[in-house]
């Protein structure tokens, strides 16, 4: 791990330092309040979590997560993720139940969209019970109620909408524009398969899209009635 974190600050740029602080939103009272950045591209932490996935144990990827540096614990879910594609069963409920359990670790939009779809849509997938989603939908933690419509990403791939409806209906409610773009991006991916199936939401639940929310989901819409979802012309 100590190769890691010598390889990490060795790819460091102080000027994207600056940018990644201002795009993830660090200052007081922003979502990624206090988070540490150390200006690494994304391709770079890639080659990274290659290099060092051979010689990684789940305890130096806890620590990893753990850490008060963004890009370390942006690492640590990569990793997790390979983990997870090499794991038995066995090894894969373990990684699902580490996931959850370290869920208010993984504090930033990056962080829950490159991860949650891959571990935990991945996970669910083929499970019946998915509860589990519904109670992270209800969470008090941003960063959870994130991960429970994300996730469902992995069931959209595969036709299986019904958790992705259900759950965006629960926070339709929700104050946070992360969770009001979180909702249109999955809607906007049903619609792509399943135009009918996302404009029947749409107009059932039309008095509480957030206009976030809308403008996501009708995205790829034609423009005639792109325009009438907008106007309220449904």
Do not use: C
């Given at each position: 791990m100590k190769t890691l974190k010598k390889d990490l600050r060795k790819q460091s740029d102080k000027d994207r330092v600056r940018i990644s602080q201002s795009f993830f939103k660090t200052e007081r009272g922003q979502y990624g309040e206090g988070d540490i950045f150390l200006g690494v591209?994304?391709?770079?932490?890639?080659?990274?979590?290659?290099?060092?996935?051979?010689?990684?144990?789940?305890?130096?990827?806890?620590?990893?997560?753990?850490?008060?540096?963004?890009?370390?614990?942006?690492?640590?879910?990569?990793?997790?993720?390979?983990?997870?594609?090499?794991?038995?069963?066995?090894?894969?409920?373990?990684?699902?139940?580490?996931?959850?359990?370290?869920?208010?670790?993984?504090?930033?939009?990056?962080?829950?969209?490159v991860s949650a779809p891959k571990i935990i849509g991945r996970y669910l997938l083929e499970k019946k019970d998915r509860i589990i989603l519904f109670k992270l939908?209800?969470?008090?933690?941003?960063?959870?109620?994130?991960?429970?419509?994300?996730?469902?990403?992995?069931?959209?791939?595969?036709?299986?909408?019904?958790?992705?409806?259900?759950?965006?209906?629960?926070?339709?409610?929700?104050?946070?524009?992360?969770?009001?773009?979180?909702?249109?991006?999955?809607?906007?991916e049903i619609g792509k398969r399943d135009r009918k199936s996302l404009e029947k939401f749409l107009s059932e639940n039309y008095g509480n899209l957030p206009r976030t929310t809308l403008r996501y989901a009708i995205e790829r819409f034609p423009e005639d009635l792109r325009q009438k979802f907008l106007k309220g012309n449904i």
């Open positions: 591209t994304v391709p770079k932490q890639r080659l990274i979590a290659k290099e060092a996935a051979k010689r990684i144990s789940l305890e130096d990827i806890q620590k990893l997560l753990s850490s008060k540096i963004h890009e370390e614990r942006f690492i640590s879910l990569l990793l997790l993720i390979e983990r997870y594609k090499k794991a038995n069963e066995e090894e894969r409920k373990s990684i699902f139940s580490f996931y959850i359990n370290n869920a208010k670790k993984i504090n930033n939009w990056d962080l829950v969209d939908s209800k969470s008090e933690n941003l960063w959870e109620k994130r991960i429970a419509i994300v996730s469902t990403f992995e069931f959209i791939r595969k036709n299986q909408f019904n958790e992705t409806l259900e759950i965006s209906k629960i926070l339709l409610k929700d104050k946070h524009d992360l969770i009001h773009k979180a909702v249109g991006w999955m809607l906007r």
